[in-house]
C-alpha cells in the first residue's frame, strides 16, 4: 500500500472511527431492541385477548347478568360493583390525598419528622396489595365492625390508592415556579391565600391526573376487595342502578374475572377472555384519559 | 395620605386555621395510616406469636407448611420464601437488563416524538391490573410454556417470573430514566466535546453517575416483584415446596395468603399464622424500600 | 436630624454555619432613599429579606441582632403579614403572577381584607399609575400579567409593592433584568415616591446608587465599610480606600 505523500485529512475516516461507529450502531440498535420489547407485548396480549373474547363481546355483555352458574351471561352486577367500589374509595382518598401532597409540599419543612412522613409514604406506596386485604380485614371488617361490605372494601382501596394521588399532586404543586410564591410572601398574603390564588389553580390538572390514575388503580385491584367486602356472586336485576347497600357485599369486575377463571367451571371459554378484556378497556381507557388531560394541559400553560 | 387598613373578617382567619390544621392533619395520615397497618397485622398475629410452643425459627426456616393438619400442625413458611424468592429472581434476570436497555434508550438515543410514544406504552403497560396479567399467565402462557418446554403443568417458575417480568419492567424504566435524566447536561455536553459517542457517554460518563437511581429502580423494581399477588397466586401453580427447576411450580409468601385467607376461619391458629406472614411480608418490602429510598436520596442531594 | 424609620443593630445572619452579615448596625431615615452598594455576595439581598422576615423561609438561617421598624423589633411583630405589608419589596427578576393584570395588584389589598370592588378599582389605577405603567394596560386589565414584556412586569412588580400602601420600599437591584429606558422612568418614579415612603435601593449600579440616593452604604462581604452622604462617598473625601476603589470600579 502505497503511503500518502500529504497528512491525512483531519475528519478522514479512520479504523478507529470506523470501530467507534460500528459499536455505535450496535449499541442503539441493541437498546431499540430493548424497548421495543415493551411495546411487543403491550399489543400481544392485548390483541391475543380481545381475539379470543371476540365472540362474547357485545353491548349485551355488559348490561347483562350472569346466569347458569355464571357460566353463561352478562357482567352487570360487577360492572356496577366496581363503580361503587371505586366511586367511594375515591371519596377518601381524593381529599385526604391532595391535602397530604399539600401539606408536604407547601408546608413541610426539612426537618426529620417530614422525613419520616415522606418515608410513609414511600412505604405505604410498597405495602403488598395482600397486606392491605389482611389490614382491611382486621380493622374494618372485625375491629370497627363494618363486617364484608362495600364500606370495608372502598376503605381498604382508599388507603392503598392513596400514595397515587400524594404523588401525582406532589409533582403538579413543585411545577409551580417558586417565584411567584415568595413574590406573594412579600406582599402579605399568608400561605394558604397564594396556594388557594396561585398554586392550586396551576395544579388542577395534576391533581386531576392523579384521580384519574387512582380510579384506574382502584378498579383493576382484587386481593385488597377479595377479603373485604367482594364477592362472587350476588343476585342483581338486569341493569340496576343502585343494586347495592353500603353495609351490603357486592360483585366486582376484577373479582368476577378470577371467579370465572378459577372457580367456575364447564364456563364458555370466550367469556373469561370477554371479561379481561372489559376491565383490561375500562382501566386502558381511563389511563389514557389520564395521558390525553396531561398532554392537553401541557400546551395551555400560563407562563 | 393613607386609608385606614383593611381587616380580614374574623371568620375568613379562623376558617384558614382551620383548613390550615386539617391540612396538616392530612400530610400525618401517612404515618397513621403506615401504624396502623402494622398495628392490625400485629393485633391478630400477636396471640400466635407468644404462643407458648411457638418457635420464630421454625416459623421462618422451616420447609413445612401444614396448617390445617389435624395431628401435626406445622408452619414453616421457608417453602414459601424460596418460592417468593425464585420467581422475583426471575423476573429480576429479565427485568433489569431490559428495563435498563429501555430507558437507556428512551432517555439518550431516541427522538422526542418516539420518545412520547414509548413512554405512553410504558405508562400504559403499568396499568394494566394484576388479575390480567394472572389471567394471561393462566391461560395463554401456560400453554405456550407446555408446547415449548414439554412441562407436564404450564404454571410454574418460569411462568410466573416472565409474567413478573412484564409487571415489574415499567416501575424500573420509569425510575432509571428519571435517573438519567438527572444527571446534567453539562455531563453529556463535556463528553461530547472530548469527542465521545453516544454509547460511550452512556457505558463511561451517564452510568456511573446515576448509579444511585439505577439501583433505585432495580430495588423499586424488586419491591415490586415480591409484594404481587393475584398475578402470581395464578401463574405459578399451587405446590408448597422449595422449587429446584424453573418448571417446577411453587407457592409465593404473598399467594399463599390470598389462597387460604378465605379457609381460615376467623380467629384460629391458621388465620393468625396468615396475619404474621402478612407481617412478614411487610417487613421484607419496608426494608426493600427504605433502601431504594436512601438510593434515591443521593440522587436529590446532587 | 431626620425620624429614624428602621434601626439595624448588631445583625448577624448565617446560613447553617457560613456567615454572611457579620454584625452590622446602621439606621434608615423616614423619606429618604438609602442606596446600599457592594458587589455580588456581599449579604445585601439576605440584609433586605431580613427586614420583611421573609428569610424565615429559608430554612438554615440564623438571625441575631435587633431590626426595628418604627421602633419595633421585626422578630416579635404580632402580626407578621401587617409588617410585609408595611414594607414593600420589589426582586431583581420581574414577577407577574399568572392572573389578571387587575388580578395581580388587587391581589394584596385582598390578601389584606378589601372586598369592595370600588375600592380595589381605585388603587389598582393608584398603583398601575404610580407605577407609570396605567397607560400601557389600561385597557386590557384582564389580560394575563405574565403575559406582559420584562420591563412591564417589572413595574407591575412595583405597582404590586405599592398596592398595600407600605412606608417602606426596597428593590433588590431591580433593573438588571430590563431596559434602559424602563429603569429610567422607573427611578423617575422613585424620586416621586420618596415624599410619601422611605426608600432602600440596593444595587450593583454605583452610578444608580449616586443618582438616587441621599446616603449611601458600601457593604463588603457582610461587613458596612463606610455609611455617608452620597456625594460624600463618591467624592476623594471618603474615609475607606476600598470604598474609593469600589466605587473607581476597580473591583467589583
Same mark, same amino acid.
Given at each position: 500500500?502505497?503511503?500518502?505523500?500529504?497528512?491525512?485529512?483531519?475528519?478522514?475516516?479512520?479504523?478507529?472511527?470506523?470501530?467507534?461507529?460500528?459499536?455505535?450502531?450496535?449499541?442503539?440498535? $441493541?437498546?431499540?431492541?430493548?424497548?421495543?420489547?415493551?411495546?411487543?407485548?403491550?399489543?400481544?396480549?392485548?390483541?391475543?385477548?380481545?381475539?379470543?373474547?371476540?365472540?362474547?363481546?357485545?353491548?349485551?355483555?355488559?348490561?347483562?347478568?350472569?346466569?347458569?352458574?355464571? +357460566?353463561?351471561?352478562?357482567?352487570?352486577?360487577?360492572?356496577?360493583?366496581?363503580?361503587?367500589?371505586?366511586?367511594?374509595?375515591?371519596?377518601?382518598? =381524593?381529599?385526604?390525598?391532595?391535602?397530604?401532597?399539600?401539606?408536604?409540599?407547601?408546608?413541610?419543612?426539612?426537618?426529620?419528622?417530614?422525613?419520616?412522613?415522606?418515608?410513609?409514604?414511600?412505604?405505604? *406506596?410498597?405495602?403488598?396489595?395482600?397486606?392491605?386485604?389482611?389490614?382491611?380485614?382486621?380493622?374494618?371488617?372485625?375491629?370497627?365492625?363494618?363486617?364484608?361490605?362495600?364500606?370495608?372494601?372502598?376503605?381498604?382501596?382508599?388507603?392503598?390508592?392513596?400514595?397515587?394521588?400524594?404523588?401525582?399532586?406532589?409533582?403538579?404543586?413543585?411545577?409551580?415556579?417558586?417565584?411567584?410564591?415568595?413574590?406573594?410572601?412579600?406582599?402579605?398574603?399568608?400561605?394558604?391565600?397564594?396556594?388557594?390564588?396561585?398554586?392550586?389553580?396551576?395544579?388542577?390538572?395534576?391533581?386531576?391526573?392523579?384521580?384519574?390514575?387512582?380510579?384506574?388503580? =382502584?378498579?383493576?385491584?382484587?386481593?385488597?376487595?377479595?377479603?373485604?367486602?367482594?364477592?362472587?356472586?350476588?343476585?342483581?336485576?338486569?341493569?340496576?342502578?343502585?343494586?347495592?347497600?353500603?353495609?351490603?357485599?357486592?360483585?366486582?369486575?376484577?373479582?368476577?374475572?378470577?371467579?370465572?377463571?378459577?372457580?367456575?367451571?364447564?364456563?364458555? /371459554?370466550?367469556?373469561?377472555?370477554?371479561?379481561?378484556?372489559?376491565?383490561?378497556?375500562?382501566?386502558?381507557?381511563?389511563? =389514557?384519559?389520564?395521558?390525553?388531560?396531561?398532554?392537553?394541559?401541557?400546551?395551555?400553560?400560563?407562563? | 395620605?393613607?386609608?385606614?387598613?383593611?381587616?380580614?373578617? @374574623?371568620?375568613?382567619?379562623?376558617?384558614?386555621?382551620?383548613?390550615?390544621?386539617? $391540612?396538616?392533619?392530612?400530610?400525618?395520615?401517612?404515618?397513621?395510616?403506615?401504624?396502623?397497618?402494622?398495628?392490625?397485622?400485629?393485633?391478630?398475629?400477636?396471640?400466635?406469636?407468644?404462643?407458648?410452643?411457638?418457635?420464630?425459627? /421454625?416459623?421462618?426456616?422451616?420447609?413445612?407448611?401444614?396448617?390445617?393438619?389435624?395431628?401435626?400442625?406445622?408452619?414453616?413458611?421457608?417453602?414459601?420464601?424460596?418460592?417468593?424468592?425464585?420467581?422475583?429472581?426471575?423476573?429480576?434476570?429479565?427485568?433489569?437488563?431490559?428495563?435498563?436497555? !429501555?430507558?437507556?434508550?428512551?432517555?439518550?438515543?431516541?427522538?422526542?416524538?418516539?420518545?412520547?410514544?414509548?413512554?405512553?406504552?410504558?405508562?400504559?403497560?403499568?396499568?394494566?391490573?394484576?388479575?390480567?396479567?394472572?389471567?394471561?399467565?393462566? +391461560?395463554?402462557?401456560?400453554?405456550?410454556?407446555?408446547?415449548?418446554?414439554?412441562?407436564?403443568?404450564?404454571?410454574?417458575?418460569?411462568?410466573?417470573?416472565?409474567?413478573?417480568?412484564?409487571?415489574?419492567?415499567?416501575?424500573?424504566?420509569?425510575? !432509571?430514566?428519571?435517573?438519567?435524566?438527572?444527571?446534567?447536561?453539562?455531563?453529556?455536553?463535556?463528553?461530547?466535546?472530548?469527542?465521545?459517542?453516544?454509547?460511550?457517554?452512556?457505558?463511561?460518563?451517564?452510568?456511573?453517575?446515576?448509579?444511585?437511581?439505577?439501583? !433505585?429502580?432495580?430495588?423499586?423494581?424488586?419491591?415490586?416483584?415480591?409484594?404481587?399477588?393475584? *398475578?402470581?397466586?395464578?401463574?405459578?401453580?399451587?405446590?408448597?415446596?422449595?422449587?429446584?427447576?424453573?418448571?417446577?411450580?411453587?407457592?409465593?409468601?404473598?399467594?399463599?395468603?390470598?389462597?387460604?385467607?378465605?379457609?381460615?376461619?376467623?380467629?384460629?391458629?391458621?388465620? #393468625?399464622?396468615?396475619?404474621?406472614?402478612?407481617?412478614?411480608?411487610?417487613?421484607?418490602?419496608?426494608?426493600?424500600?427504605?433502601? *431504594?429510598?436512601?438510593?434515591?436520596?443521593?440522587?436529590?442531594?446532587? | 436630624?431626620?425620624?429614624?424609620?428602621?434601626?439595624?443593630?448588631?445583625?448577624?445572619? *448565617?446560613?447553617?454555619?457560613?456567615?454572611?452579615?457579620?454584625?452590622?448596625?446602621?439606621?434608615?431615615?423616614?423619606?429618604?432613599?438609602?442606596?446600599?452598594?457592594?458587589?455580588?455576595?456581599?449579604?445585601?439581598?439576605?440584609?433586605?429579606?431580613?427586614?420583611?422576615?421573609?428569610?424565615?423561609?429559608?430554612?438554615?438561617?440564623?438571625?441575631?441582632?435587633?431590626? @426595628?421598624?418604627?421602633?419595633?423589633?421585626?422578630?416579635? +411583630?404580632?402580626?407578621?403579614?401587617?409588617?410585609? #405589608?408595611?414594607?414593600?419589596?420589589?426582586?431583581?427578576?420581574?414577577?407577574?403572577?399568572?392572573?389578571? $393584570?387587575?388580578?395581580?395588584?388587587?391581589?394584596?389589598?385582598?390578601?389584606?381584607?378589601?372586598?369592595?370592588? =370600588?375600592?380595589?378599582?381605585?388603587?389598582?389605577?393608584?398603583?398601575?399609575?404610580?407605577?407609570?405603567?396605567?397607560?400601557?394596560?389600561?385597557?386590557?386589565?384582564?389580560?394575563?400579567?405574565?403575559?406582559?414584556?420584562?420591563?412591564?412586569?417589572?413595574?407591575?412588580?412595583?405597582? #404590586?409593592?405599592?398596592?398595600?400602601?407600605?412606608?417602606?420600599?426596597?428593590?433588590?437591584?431591580?433593573?438588571?433584568? $430590563?431596559?434602559?429606558?424602563?429603569?429610567?422612568?422607573?427611578?423617575?418614579?422613585?424620586?416621586?415616591?420618596?415624599?410619601?415612603?422611605?426608600?432602600?435601593?440596593?444595587?450593583?449600579?454605583?452610578?444608580?446608587?449616586?443618582?438616587? !440616593?441621599? @446616603?449611601?452604604?458600601?457593604?463588603?462581604?457582610?461587613?458596612?465599610?463606610?455609611?455617608?452622604?452620597?456625594?460624600?462617598?463618591?467624592?476623594?473625601?471618603?474615609?475607606?480606600?476600598?470604598?474609593?476603589?469600589?466605587?473607581?470600579?476597580?473591583?467589583?
Amino acid at each position: 500500500m502505497t503511503p500518502r505523500s500529504r497528512a491525512p485529512n483531519r475528519f478522514s475516516r479512520t479504523p478507529l472511527v470506523a470501530r467507534k461507529e460500528l459499536v455505535e450502531k450496535l449499541a442503539r440498535g $441493541i437498546f431499540f431492541v430493548m424497548a421495543a420489547a415493551m411495546v411487543v407485548p403491550l399489543v400481544a396480549i392485548v390483541g391475543y385477548l380481545v381475539f379470543l373474547a371476540w365472540p362474547s363481546l357485545s353491548w349485551e355483555l355488559i348490561v347483562a347478568v350472569p346466569r347458569r352458574g355464571m +357460566t353463561e351471561g352478562g357482567l352487570w352486577p360487577a360492572f356496577v360493583g366496581t363503580l361503587y367500589l371505586v366511586g367511594i374509595s375515591l371519596l377518601v382518598s =381524593a381529599p385526604i390525598g391532595v391535602m397530604a401532597a399539600i401539606y408536604l409540599n407547601e408546608y413541610a419543612t426539612d426537618n426529620w419528622f417530614n422525613r419520616v412522613v415522606n418515608l410513609a409514604v414511600i412505604n405505604l *406506596a410498597g405495602v403488598p396489595s395482600i397486606v392491605h386485604a389482611l389490614f382491611g380485614l382486621g380493622a374494618f371488617v372485625y375491629a370497627a365492625g363494618f363486617g364484608y361490605s362495600i364500606l370495608s372494601a372502598s376503605l381498604t382501596l382508599g388507603i392503598m390508592t392513596l400514595p397515587v394521588i400524594i404523588a401525582s399532586t406532589r409533582e403538579a404543586l413543585a411545577a409551580v415556579p417558586m417565584s411567584f410564591r415568595e413574590a406573594c410572601w412579600n406582599v402579605g398574603a399568608t400561605r394558604w391565600q397564594t396556594i388557594q390564588a396561585v398554586v392550586l389553580p396551576h395544579s388542577i390538572s395534576g391533581i386531576l391526573t392523579g384521580v384519574i390514575l387512582q380510579v384506574s388503580r =382502584a378498579a383493576g385491584e382484587t386481593a385488597p376487595i377479595m377479603f373485604t367486602g367482594a364477592v362472587f356472586f350476588k343476585a342483581v336485576s338486569r341493569g340496576e342502578l343502585f343494586p347495592y347497600g353500603l353495609h351490603e357485599q357486592c360483585m366486582a369486575l376484577s373479582m368476577h374475572l378470577y371467579t370465572l377463571a378459577t372457580q367456575v367451571p364447564n364456563v364458555k /371459554e370466550s367469556l373469561p377472555y370477554a371479561t379481561a378484556v372489559v376491565l383490561l378497556g375500562v382501566v386502558l381507557l381511563v389511563n =389514557a384519559t389520564a395521558i390525553a388531560l396531561r398532554v392537553w394541559l401541557r400546551g395551555r400553560k400560563q407562563w | 395620605m393613607p386609608s385606614p387598613r383593611p381587616e380580614r373578617l @374574623r371568620v375568613a382567619v379562623l376558617g384558614e386555621q382551620l383548613l390550615e390544621a386539617v $391540612i396538616r392533619l392530612s400530610g400525618v395520615s401517612a404515618i397513621v395510616f403506615v401504624a396502623a397497618i402494622l398495628f392490625f397485622l400485629f393485633r391478630e398475629a400477636a396471640p400466635v406469636l407468644f404462643a407458648s410452643g411457638f418457635e420464630l425459627g /421454625e416459623f421462618l426456616f422451616g420447609t413445612e407448611w401444614y396448617p390445617t393438619s389435624v395431628s401435626n400442625v406445622r408452619y414453616g413458611t421457608l417453602a414459601l420464601t424460596a418460592g417468593s424468592l425464585a420467581v422475583t429472581a426471575l423476573a429480576m434476570v429479565i427485568a433489569v437488563p431490559f428495563g435498563l436497555g !429501555a430507558a437507556i434508550y428512551v432517555s439518550e438515543f431516541c427522538g422526542p416524538r418516539l420518545r412520547e410514544t414509548l413512554k405512553i406504552v410504558i405508562e400504559l403497560l403499568a396499568a394494566i391490573p394484576s388479575v390480567v396479567w394472572g389471567f394471561f399467565g393462566l +391461560t395463554v402462557m401456560s400453554k405456550l410454556i407446555v408446547r415449548f418446554t414439554g412441562a407436564p403443568v404450564g404454571v410454574n417458575v418460569l411462568n410466573g417470573g416472565i409474567i413478573l417480568a412484564l409487571m415489574s419492567v415499567p416501575v424500573i424504566v420509569s425510575i !432509571a430514566e428519571d435517573a438519567l435524566k438527572a444527571v446534567p447536561d453539562s455531563y453529556r455536553e463535556a463528553g461530547a466535546a472530548l469527542g465521545a459517542t453516544r454509547w460511550q457517554l452512556v457505558y463511561r460518563v451517564l452510568l456511573p453517575a446515576a448509579k444511585n437511581g439505577l439501583l !433505585a429502580a432495580v430495588l423499586l423494581g424488586v419491591g415490586r416483584a415480591v409484594g404481587e399477588t393475584m *398475578a402470581v397466586l395464578m401463574a405459578t401453580g399451587h405446590a408448597v415446596h422449595v422449587p429446584h427447576s424453573l418448571l417446577d411450580s411453587v407457592r409465593t409468601l404473598t399467594a399463599n395468603i390470598a389462597a387460604e385467607l378465605g379457609e381460615a376461619p376467623a380467629g384460629s391458629d391458621h388465620y #393468625r399464622v396468615l396475619f404474621l406472614t402478612g407481617l412478614l411480608l411487610f417487613c421484607i418490602t419496608f426494608v426493600v424500600n427504605l433502601t *431504594a429510598d436512601l438510593a434515591i436520596r443521593g440522587i436529590r442531594r446532587k | 436630624m431626620r425620624a429614624k424609620k428602621i434601626e439595624v443593630d448588631a445583625l448577624r445572619l *448565617a446560613y447553617d454555619s457560613r456567615e454572611v452579615i457579620h454584625g452590622i448596625s446602621f439606621d434608615v431615615h423616614e423619606n429618604e432613599i438609602l442606596g446600599v452598594i457592594g458587589p455580588a455576595q456581599s449579604g445585601k439581598s439576605s440584609l433586605l429579606r431580613c427586614l420583611n422576615r421573609t428569610i424565615d423561609f429559608s430554612a438554615s438561617a440564623r438571625v441575631t441582632g435587633t431590626i @426595628r421598624v418604627d421602633g419595633e423589633d421585626v422578630r416579635r +411583630t404580632r402580626d407578621i403579614f401587617a409588617l410585609r #405589608r408595611k414594607i414593600g419589596m420589589v426582586a431583581p427578576l420581574p414577577v407577574g403572577l399568572p392572573l389578571s $393584570i387587575y388580578g395581580n395588584v388587587a391581589f394584596a389589598p385582598r390578601s389584606a381584607g378589601l372586598r369592595r370592588r =370600588a375600592d380595589l378599582d381605585v388603587i389598582v389605577e393608584r398603583c398601575l399609575r404610580q407605577a407609570a405603567l396605567w397607560d400601557e394596560v389600561k385597557d386590557r386589565l384582564n389580560s394575563l400579567g405574565t403575559a406582559l414584556s420584562g420591563g412591564q412586569q417589572q413595574r407591575l412588580t412595583i405597582a #404590586r409593592a405599592l398596592s398595600h400602601q407600605p412606608e417602606v420600599l426596597c428593590l433588590d437591584e431591580f433593573s438588571i433584568a $430590563i431596559d434602559p429606558v424602563t429603569t429610567m422612568r422607573i427611578e423617575d418614579v422613585l424620586k416621586e415616591l420618596r415624599q410619601q415612603v422611605t426608600i432602600i435601593l440596593v444595587t450593583n449600579l454605583t452610578q444608580q446608587a449616586r443618582r438616587l !440616593a441621599d @446616603r449611601t452604604m458600601f457593604l463588603l462581604n457582610g461587613e458596612i465599610v463606610e455609611i455617608d452622604e452620597t456625594e460624600v462617598l463618591f467624592s476623594d473625601k471618603p474615609n475607606s480606600q476600598r470604598t474609593r476603589d469600589y466605587v473607581a470600579g476597580v473591583f467589583g
